[in-house]
Every structure is written in C-alpha cells, then in structure tokens.
C-alpha cells in the first residue's frame, strides 16, 4: 500500500510539474500562431496595397495625355502669355478686331485651392463675329467664365457697316 501511495504521489507530482512547464509554453504557442495568423494578414494586405498601387501607376502612365489635357482645364500657374496668345489668336482666327486687352490675377482667398484671372476684352466687330469668338472661347481647352459683356454701337463706323465695341469681362483659373 506504501508503494501505492507514493507511485500515487509521484505520479500526480509528475502531472503538476508536466502541466506546470507544459501550459505556458502551450499559451507561448497559441500567442505566436496569433501572431503569425495577424502577420501574414498584414502581408497579405501590403501586397494587395502594393499591386493597386501598380495598377494606379499603370492607369496613370497610360492616361497622361488626358491628364496633360486637364492641365489645361485647370493648370498648375497663371500663364498670363498662354492666356494672352489663346485671346488673340482666337480673335485673328474670328476675323473680330482686338482693341484693348487687361489681366489681373487676385491673390486666392478663403484658403482657395485655385488663383482667379480677371480679364477685360475690348473687341470690335459685327455681331456674327462676336458670337463666333464667344464660341471658340467656350471651345476652348482652358475654362473661362465669362461674367459680362457690354456692346455698344461703334460711332465711328459707318452705319451700314454694323461694327459694335464689344467689352467681355471673364475669369480663368489656375491651381494656387
């Protein structure tokens, strides 16, 4: 019976001391799955953010002359002679006669992403060359607003020649 007892004792001395080791490196374990599971999630989302960034890259490269087409929608600076040759080259190609042209730039307000280009077109002409250079200006790639447009009748001209003063105030933008 003594041998009973201490084989008894000796083997639940042995459980505790196996459980005792054995259950930390068990949760040591199940820590570092977790952590190997989380890892390769996360490597697996880097990858995933790697390969859109490549398609984005390609779908960039492939479409920059759409992009450099925007950029004239909207570009990065005033480029007051690039406003100033598309007006007069427009009014050439109009046959309307350019007297007087003015472009000021404000600075942006109210943290504006973008710079306002005020500009002041004095132009004689019929009315049917008026509206064809009014038509190429809407053509055109950059935007301009136009925000007001005065025709008076030109004096000097004779009567049957149907010429007006025509003065067009209009906004272009950049990017601030």
């Known amino acids: 019976m003594n041998k009973d007892i201490i084989a008894s004792i000796i083997f639940g001395a042995s459980c505790f001391i196996f459980f005792w080791l054995a259950v930390p490196v068990y949760d040591n374990i199940l820590d570092i799955k977790s952590a190997t599971a989380d890892m390769q999630s996360l490597l697996s989302e880097r990858t995933t953010l790697r390969q859109n960034v490549s398609n984005l890259m390609q779908q960039y490269e492939s479409r920059s002359a759409e992009i450099a087409k925007l950029m004239m929608f909207l570009p990065n600076q005033s480029r007051l002679d690039q406003i100033i040759e598309t007006l007069q080259s427009t009014a050439?190609?109009?046959?309307?006669?350019?007297?007087?042209?003015?472009?000021?730039?404000?600075?942006?307000?109210?943290?504006?992403?973008?710079?306002?280009?005020?500009?002041?077109?004095?132009?004689?002409?019929?009315?049917?060359?008026?509206?064809?250079?009014?038509?190429?200006?809407?053509?055109?790639?950059?935007i301009y607003d136009v925000t007001e447009i005065s025709i008076a009748r030109n004096q000097q001209a004779p009567l049957a020649a149907n010429l007006f003063n025509i003065e067009i105030k209009a906004n272009t933008y950049s990017l601030n």
């Open 92 to 142: 050439g190609s109009t046959g309307i006669q350019m007297k007087d042209m003015s472009l000021a730039s404000q600075p942006s307000t109210n943290n504006s992403p973008y710079v306002v280009t005020n500009i002041k077109i004095e132009v004689s002409g019929n009315y049917d060359l008026m509206v064809n250079y009014m038509k190429q200006l809407e053509q055109s790639l950059r």
